[in-house]
T-cell receptor
Framework: EDKVVQSPLSLVVHEGDTVTLNCSYE??????LLWYKQEKKAPTFLFML????IEKKSGRLSSILDKKELFSILNITATQTGDSAIYLCAVGSSNTGKLIFGQGTTLQVKP | DTGVSQNPRHKITKRGQNVTFRCDPISEHNRLYWYRQTLGQGPEFLTYFQNEAQLEKSRLLSDRFSAERPKGSFSTLEIQRTEQGDSAMYLCASSLTLTANEQFFGPGTRLTVL
């Protein structure tokens, strides 16, 4: 059965810290891996990764995919209180339109 | 606003009642998805459409759930004879077929069944 596992499930850091969120997957016919940020509303799109070893970067956030080891990481540097949210990892396969989501990592950034 | 919109944003109903939710996707997106999210979990796939055709339904989708996209634009999700276990956030997302996995989500409809 296809599955996506995220770790840690929750994390508390202080402003300025760097955090690394993990996502591992077992999905038939992998096509892409996506990261979303969810505050008290719908998930907002961060990154989509399809190729191994190519880092995607947006400001203080970056992510990379390892298709051999079946995992991805999301890094956030110099965290701010506005980064507090649930970070969701999702995987899409090529033979279906659906995304399979992990449980999410709840990040709390304290001032 | 050119994003995905959903109505209503909140719905409180009594057990046994029927409810219907609406989703309007991003205008040029031909794929539309429904997910359900409960507290502490990631979204869980329910069903998706390409234009007006419903291409996949989750095994989790009981016979009480039905979705339509009659003209290939907006979609409705109906839950008949609601149960307390149906309480959740119902999320709609849309995408282009070409970039099917790059899905953009609406604000969701939070359903509470009393």
């Amino acid at each position: 059965e296809d599955k996506v596992v995220q770790s840690p499930l929750s994390l508390v850091v202080h402003e300025g810290d760097t955090v690394t969120l993990n996502c591992s997957y077992e999905v038939t016919n992998f096509r892409s891996l996506l990261w979303y940020k969810q505050e008290k509303k719908a998930p907002t799109f961060l990154f989509m990764l399809t190729s191994s070893g190519i880092e995607k970067k947006s400001g203080r956030l970056s992510s990379i995919l390892d298709k051999k080891e079946l995992f991805s990481i999301l890094n956030i540097t110099a965290t701010q209180t506005g980064d507090s949210a649930i970070y969701l990892c999702a995987v899409g396969s090529s033979n279906t339109g659906k995304l399979i989501f992990g449980q999410g990592t709840t990040l709390q950034v304290k001032p | 606003d050119t994003g995905v919109s959903q109505n209503p944003r909140h719905k409180i109903t009594k057990r046994g009642q029927n409810v219907t939710f609406r989703c309007d996707p991003i205008s040029e997106h031909n794929r539309l998805y429904w997910y359900r999210q409960t507290l502490g979990q990631g979204p869980e796939f329910l069903t998706y459409f390409q234009n007006e055709a419903q291409l996949e339904k989750s095994r989790l989708l009981s016979d009480r759930f039905s979705a339509e996209r009659p003209k290939g634009s907006f979609s409705t999700l109906e839950i008949q004879r609601t149960e307390q276990g149906d309480s959740a956030m119902y999320l709609c997302a849309s995408s282009l077929t070409l970039t099917a996995n790059e899905q953009f989500f609406g604000p969701g409809t939070r359903l509470t069944v009393l």
